[in-house]
T-cell receptor, first 114, second 110 residues
Framework: EAGVAQSPRYKIIEKRQSVAFWCNPISGHATLYWYQQILGQGPKLLIQFQNNGVVDDSQLPKDRFSAERLKGVDSTLKIQPAKLEDSAVYLC????????????FGPGTRLTVT | TQLLEQSPQFLSIQEGENLTVYCNSSSVFSSLQWYRQEPGEGPVLLVTVVTGGEVKKLKRLTFQFGDARKDSSLHITAAQPGDTGLYLCAAIPNGNQFYFGTGTSLTVIP
């Protein structure tokens, strides 16, 4: 089966610019996660969707970050405006159902803010 | 403070050596997972441990969940260069929010 797809793989922007990341989860997976991973650290959960509803966005900086999952399949994560400290890898993951806890990760998007 | 502290943070060893990585917390977990992440890729699930004291083996990797379900260890026997990567523990202390550990970066030198 196809894995979790993410694009772009790399993005370089200047501070105060906007950027968007796209994720296509594994077919049939109802739960989708976005993580931020600073170099050398563990991923930090930003937002979790169950179908097209938000389950948890407590660690999402809502003043600049937004995410949506229309139709319960693909998802986009947006940053507007970007700050230097947003430089990180943004990982998307999906799982079959909310309590399975077995997550499948995409390759990530490496964002550099200059 | 981090919910899941891993040690050591960095580890560089020669091929054939053994090593142990630790994941510690003050919280009790219903289950704990271990992932390996290679450069440029997302984490890949290695194992899930559920029962206190549980030991699981995956080829040369041995995972143990502490009796009190607050900590876990990963032991690698006869490490190989292919074992190089970032090892992450992860757990859900309450609700459904996942927390990842601080990570252990392992380098196995041929």
């Amino acid at each position: 089966e196809a894995g979790v797809a993410q694009s772009p793989r790399y993005k370089i922007i200047e501070k105060r610019q906007s950027v968007a990341f796209w994720c296509n989860p594994i077919s049939g997976h109802a739960t989708l996660y976005w993580y931020q991973q600073i170099l050398g650290q563990g991923p930090k959960l930003l937002i979790q969707f169950q179908n097209n509803g938000v389950v948890d966005d407590s660690q999402l900086p809502k003043d600049r970050f937004s995410a949506e999952r229309l139709k319960g399949v693909d998802s986009t994560l947006k940053i507007q405006p970007a700050k230097l400290e947003d430089s990180a890898v943004y990982l998307c993951a999906s799982s079959f159902y909310r309590t399975s806890h077995e997550q499948y990760f995409g390759p990530g998007t490496r964002l550099t803010v200059t | 403070t981090q919910l899941l502290e891993q040690s050591p943070q960095f580890l560089s060893i020669q091929e054939g050596e053994n090593l142990t990585v630790y994941c510690n917390s003050s919280s009790v977990f219903s289950s704990l997972q271990w992932y390996r992440q290679e450069p440029g890729e997302g984490p890949v699930l290695l194992v899930t441990v559920v029962t206190g004291g549980e030991v699981k083996k995956l080829k040369r990797l041995t995972f143990q969940f502490g009796d009190a379900r607050k900590d876990s260890s990963l032991h690698i026997t006869a490490a190989q260069p292919g074992d190089t990567g970032l090892y992450l523990c992860a757990a859900i202390p309450n609700g459904n929010q996942f927390y990842f550990g601080t990570g252990t970066s392992l380098t196995v030198i041929p």
